[in-house]
């Protein structure tokens, strides 16, 4: 896929998922966050961790992984392949 295509696909998913999730609470650092995988889409290495997540909306780990099981439990986000240290984290587009 060239990468005007992919742009475009990429901002159809975005607009998507947003008026999906409209209603749904989230605080300012699962936006940021949310928005930055996004924008990356599928070229985001590895999927969303404890420490990424940490280290893009500038909070502890603790806090990072409250958020992304709140933002599992609000069906956003899903676990990849892995656990423990090396779990991880996709948009769930269903």
């Given amino acids: 896929?060239?990468?005007s295509a992919w742009i475009i696909e990429q901002v159809?998913?975005?607009?998507?998922?947003?008026?999906?999730?409209k209603?749904?609470?989230?605080?300012t650092r699962q936006h940021k966050v949310?928005?930055?995988l996004l924008n990356d889409g599928n070229k985001f290495e590895g999927g969303m961790t404890t420490r990424?997540?940490?280290?893009?909306?500038?909070?502890?780990?603790?806090?990072?992984?409250?958020?992304l099981a709140?933002?599992?439990?609000?069906?956003?986000?899903?676990?990849?392949?892995?656990?423990?240290?090396?779990t991880s984290y996709e948009i769930d587009f269903n």
Avoid at 12 to 21: D, E, G, L, R, S
Avoid at 70 to 86: A, F, M, V
């Fill in 52 to 67: 990424k997540y940490a280290s893009i909306s500038k909070c502890s780990k603790v806090t990072a992984s409250r958020d």
């Fill in 70 to 86: 709140d933002l599992e439990i609000k069906k956003i986000l899903k676990k990849r392949p892995g656990s423990g240290r090396s």
């Fill in 23 to 27: 209603d749904t609470p989230l605080n």
């Fill in 34 to 36: 949310l928005n930055r």
């Fill in 1 to 3: 896929m060239n990468d």
């Fill in 12 to 21: 159809i998913k975005k607009t998507q998922f947003w008026n999906k999730h």
